[in-house]
Structure formats: structure tokens, C-alpha cells
Nanobody
Framework: QVQLVESGGGLVQAGGSLTLSCAASGRTFSIYAVAWFRQAPRKGREFVNSITWSDGKTDYADSVKGRFTIFRDNAKNTVYLQMNSLKPEDTARYYC????????????WGQGTQVTVSS
């Protein structure tokens, strides 16, 4: 089992930046990829971006391309989400999740961290 703990959320003004962290523990050797998702009030969960654990390949939702960056520090078993040029519509609870292979669902989830962007 993989445990994930997010941190770094908070309140920021529009145009500002914030970096979230996702610390993994447990059977981290089984991780194929880690992704960030977000969920705003009264909206469904939205994929933000992902990174493969071994070789760092990334994928981004169109809504965050050019503004958000995902990167990892394997020595620390931590994945980061650098968010720049934040907009009020980025306000959401952000979750990190892990999956064991490209054909598996994301089945390990953190508790989430709240990001609020004021206009």
C-alpha cells in the first residue's frame, strides 16, 4: 500500500504562485505514476497533471499548461506541483494520487489540500 500526504495549500491572490507537495510512503517501489487532481465546490474531479515515477514523463491538462509544473524528487519520495499565474478558477481542493501501472486506475489517494485564489 502507498500512503500519500499533500501539503502547501493556502490562500493566494490572483497572479500569485504556490507550490504543493505530495509525500509518498509505504510501497513506493510499486508506483508507476503520480498525478494531481482537483475538485472545486459543486464540480467534478478534474485531472491536473501527472508524472511517471521512474523517468519523469509528464502530462498536463490544457487548462494548466504553461502555468503549472509537476516535478519529483525520488530521493525524498515527493512530487511537487508548482503553480504560477494563479486564477480564481484554480480554487479547489487538490489531491495527489498514485497508480501502479499505465493500465491501472489511480488507487492511492491523499486527503487533499485546499487552494484558494482571491480576485
Amino acid at each position: 500500500q502507498v500512503q500519500l500526504v499533500e501539503s502547501g495549500g493556502g490562500l493566494v491572490q490572483a497572479g500569485g504562485s504556490l507550490t504543493l507537495s505530495c509525500a509518498a510512503s509505504g510501497r513506493t517501489f510499486s508506483i508507476y505514476a503520480v498525478a494531481w487532481f482537483r475538485q472545486a465546490p459543486r464540480k467534478g474531479r478534474e485531472f491536473v497533471n501527472s508524472i511517471t515515477w521512474s523517468d519523469g514523463k509528464t502530462d498536463y491538462a490544457d487548462s494548466v499548461k504553461g502555468r503549472f509544473t509537476i516535478f519529483r524528487d525520488n530521493a525524498k519520495n515527493t512530487v511537487y506541483l508548482q503553480m504560477n499565474s494563479l486564477k480564481p478558477e484554480d480554487t479547489a481542493r487538490y489531491y495527489c494520487a498514485a497508480r501502479k501501472s499505465i493500465i491501472r486506475e489511480y488507487d492511492s489517494w491523499g486527503q487533499g489540500t485546499q487552494v484558494t485564489v482571491s480576485s
